[in-house]
C-alpha cells in the first residue's frame, strides 16, 4: 500500500513537472507573422540626423537601408539579408570591406500593410511607415 501511494505521488509530481516545463513566457509571446507584408519601402524620422531612416525589402530577401540625412540615396545604401522566422526579424548587414557580415536581431511587435514595429535586445523600438 505505501509502495503504491509513493508511486502515486511520484507520479503526480512528474505530470506537475512536466506541465509547467512545457508553459513558458516565451510560448505566450511568440507570434507568427506574414513575411510578404514586409516587402516594399519603410521610413521613419531619423534618430540622428535630420532625415529618415529608410528601409527596403526585396521579395528575394535582400534589401537596403539609408538614412537621407546623411545624403545618401537609395542606391548608395547598405545592403543587407533579411529573414522573418516567427516573431524574428533577422538582419545580415553585408560590409563593402570584403566579404564581412553583421547580423542583427530583432522581435517583431507589428506588422501590417502599412505598419512595421519591432525591438532589439535592449527593448528599444522602431516603428515604420510603408510608402511603397
Not at 529618415?52 to 548608395?76: F, I
Not at 516573431?87 to 506588422?111: C, F, R, W
Request: some cysteine; charged content about 25%; glycine content about 6%.
Amino acid at each position: 500500500m505505501k509502495k503504491s501511494k509513493l508511486s502515486l505521488l511520484l507520479m503526480s509530481i512528474l505530470m506537475l513537472v512536466l506541465g509547467l516545463n512545457s508553459c513558458t513566457l516565451e510560448d505566450e509571446t511568440t507570434g507568427s507573422f506574414d513575411e510578404t507584408l514586409i516587402i516594399g519601402k519603410w521610413e521613419r524620422p531619423s534618430t540622428i540626423t535630420s532625415g529618415t531612416d529608410n528601409y527596403r525589402y526585396d521579395s528575394n530577401h535582400t534589401g537596403v537601408t539609408w538614412d537621407t540625412g546623411d545624403d545618401t540615396t537609395e542606391a548608395e545604401g547598405q545592403k543587407f539579408k533579411w529573414e522573418v522566422d516567427q516573431s524574428n526579424l533577422i538582419h545580415i548587414h553585408i560590409m563593402e570591406s570584403g566579404d564581412q557580415a553583421v547580423p542583427k536581431q530583432y522581435t517583431l511587435v507589428l506588422l501590417t500593410s502599412t505598419k512595421l514595429q519591432y525591438k532589439d535586445f535592449t527593448n528599444k523600438m522602431f516603428s515604420f511607415t510603408k510608402v511603397k
